[in-house]
């Protein structure tokens, strides 16, 4: 039971996120996920938290301004929730010093949240940023053989 109410609960944060609608993420936020959560993947903010969350996911929809994060896949043991997400967007703010280019473009990633209370305690994330680079013609595209 508590793993369906986990995921449940993840669905609800990510459909959250992907209105892109300040009020409605910041509320979400404030309703499923600990005020002192830790946030454990590297990000170039000073907040943490709740706070961390809210100020991540209005950097990501300045950059991408039409952000969509798909759950591909769920799966809960416990108190823990993974998941393997794919993400697109066009690339439309500056990002990691990279001016805006117009570019459609699409990564991965993966995250694994705590859950305590029914509430989001903690998290970890890996984001291909690296493909993200390879789209916006920073790093250079492998050639073919």
């Known amino acids: 039971m508590q793993e369906t109410t986990n995921k449940a609960t993840f669905r609800r944060f990510t459909d959250a996120m992907n209105t ?61 929730v993974v998941s393997r997400n794919s993400v697109t967007g066009i690339h439309k703010g500056a990002y990691m010093g990279v001016a805006p280019t117009g570019k459609s473009v699409t990564y991965n990633e993966v995250f694994i949240v705590r859950f305590a209370g029914g509430r989001i305690a903690e998290t970890w994330g890996i984001v291909d940023v690296f493909s993200q680079m390879q789209q916006l013609g920073v790093i250079p595209a492998p050639q073919s053989a």
């Open 20 to 80: 892109g609608d300040a009020e409605i993420m910041s509320k979400t936020i404030d309703e499923i996920v600990e005020p002192d959560a830790v946030i454990r993947t590297p990000l170039p903010l000073k907040t943490t938290g709740a706070q961390k969350l809210k100020d991540v996911f209005a950097r990501l929809h300045q950059v991408y301004g039409d952000l969509h994060v798909t759950i591909e896949e769920t799966i809960a043991e416990g108190d823990k």
